[in-house]
């Protein structure tokens, strides 16, 4: 079992920066990959970014690309997740996830095919 713990969200004006932190226990993440998801009020669940459990590969929704970074620290056991040039709708509980992963190179933006998710936490994004 992978327990999944976010934090670093807040409230930030547009254009600001945040950097959102996903820390593991439980389980190495080492041969996991993992997701970022978020989830805005009245909206369905979106992929947000991915990385690989090597950490050479990562991919983004059109939406965050150029903005957001993910990267992971498999020492620590944490990822993260780099929100800069924050825009009213990125406003939304955002989400980590993780799942086992044979292969180094493997990423997934399919939040069903991930097994163990955190609690999430909040970013507001003010105009």
């Known amino acids: 079992q992978v327990q999944l713990v976010e934090s670093g969200g807040g409230l930030v004006q547009a254009g600001g920066s945040l950097r959102l932190s996903c820390a593991a226990s439980?389980?190495?993440?080492?041969?996991?990959?993992m997701g970022w998801f978020r989830q805005a009020p009245g909206k369905e669940r979106e992929f947000v970014a991915a990385i690989s459990w090597s950490g050479s590969v990562t991919y983004y929704a059109d939406s965050v690309k150029g903005r957001f970074t993910i990267s992971r620290d498999n020492a620590k056991n944490t990822a993260y997740l780099q929100l800069n040039s924050l825009k009213p709708e990125d406003t939304a509980v955002y989400y980590c996830?993780?799942?086992?992963?044979?292969?180094?190179?493997?990423?997934?933006?399919?939040?069903?095919?991930?097994?163990?998710w955190g609690q999430g936490t909040q970013v507001t994004v003010s105009s």
């Open positions: 439980g389980r190495t993440l080492s041969n996991h990959a």
């Open positions: 996830a993780a799942r086992f992963s044979r292969r180094s190179g493997s990423v997934y933006s399919d939040g069903g095919e991930y097994d163990y």
